[in-house]
């Protein structure tokens, strides 16, 4: 299924790699864009050759940017009919497992999604997919969602693991963790990313000039200085359910559902549409279309493209997609649907001993 060839220069190895993958739950392209900056990132060409996005305006928005117009419901659309593929994205909707829903996980109807990303996989069988929610999905009715999700994956005859990783580690000045699921067709080396990328400071993301309507009322400025006294570096004031107000210099997880006045910069304004953007890791190319209420609603909803595009790196160069000179040395194998762990003998000398291995 993968295209690659590969030719000599000034005595180096260069790769002509094409990598096809299919955008399920697109939104307004989180993954792709994450896709596409792996693969620049690694020398390799990227083909999307399918998309699904229910959402009307966010399918305009995904047009506008990328050119294609998504499938749309993905229920409706036969597994057959899916394009081969090498890679399987797919941030399918956390409302079953957000502390926003009802927590009722698969007893929702919107929590059978993952089967439909389920029939695809025993369908088309990609070598690999990355699967993307929120960080509840692992303690979700004492962990027994995961496991479900984790035995269907295997019984699918794929190797996988998951983590929850936070976007403030990947430089992103939002506090964002969500879980990561990365599977495999065949048992491979892989390591998740653990890079921690200083944190971009909220000057470069915040804008100079801004309209007064994204300013809060004085009743509402007021209240929040009741509770917070002004900062001298740039802040956002979170407000949680119980009216505490706190303020940080990274701002809190966007959320689509969430009040207006749920996060407010130095406790006084709004987040603008292209300040929401940044703050999840899309380029300063990406084109607004939509209203304003629409683009709180899809930047809560996307996920922080550089978490997603280390991981996918890393799922990339576990997949032996890549000539042996980018293959790097790991200490864990995934085999046997098992994550193990090898320690290399000289930090323990000529005899090691362990338990409960």
Avoid at 280 to 300: L, M
């Amino acid at each position: 299924m993968l295209c690659y060839s590969y030719t000599m220069k000034n005595n180096r190895t260069e790769n002509n790699i094409t990598i096809r993958f299919i955008d399920l739950f697109a939104g307004i392209g989180g993954f792709r864009y994450a896709m596409q900056n792996a693969g620049e990132e690694l020398g390799v060409t990227t083909e999307c050759v399918f998309t699904s996005e229910i959402d009307n305006e966010c399918q305009k928005v995904y047009k506008e940017n990328f050119g294609d117009m998504p499938h749309g419901d993905i229920t409706k659309i036969s597994a057959q009919s899916v394009p081969d593929h090498d890679i399987l994205l797919a941030g399918f909707p956390c409302q079953p497992f957000s502390i926003i829903g009802n927590m009722r996980g698969f007893e929702d109807t919107r929590g059978t999604l993952f089967f439909d990303i389920a029939r695809i996989i025993e369908e088309k069988k990609p070598s690999a997919f990355v699967l993307e929610n929120v960080k509840l999905l692992v303690g979700h009715n004492k962990g027994k969602t995961i496991k479900r999700i984790m035995e269907a994956l295997n019984e699918l005859g794929y190797h996988a693991t998951y983590k929850v990783l936070n976007a403030l580690n990947f430089g992103l000045p939002q506090k964002r963790e969500r879980v990561f699921i990365v599977g495999f067709r065949t048992p491979c080396f892989f390591q998740w990313p653990s890079e921690k990328i200083p944190m971009k400071p909220l000057s470069k993301i915040l804008e100079k000039n801004v309209s007064k309507e994204f300013f809060a009322s004085d009743h509402i400025r007021k209240k929040r200085l009741e509770k917070q006294e002004p900062t001298k570096e740039p802040t956002i004031w979170h407000e949680n359910k119980a009216g505490n107000i706190s303020a940080y210099p990274f701002s809190c997880a966007l959320r689509a559902g969430a009040s207006y006045n749920y996060l407010l910069v130095n406790g006084e304004r709004r987040l603008t549409s292209r300040e929401m953007l940044r703050l999840q890791g899309f380029p300063e190319s990406f084109k607004i279309i939509c209203s304003y209420t629409q683009a709180r609603k899809q930047a809560g909803n996307s996920l922080p493209v550089p978490v997603a595009q280390a991981v996918i790196k890393k799922t990339i160069e576990a997949c032996a997609f890549l000539p042996s000179s980018y293959q790097y040395e790991t200490d864990k194998l995934i085999v046997d649907g098992r994550l193990r762990l090898f320690e290399k003998e000289k930090e323990y000398g000529e005899i090691s001993e362990a338990s409960n291995s």
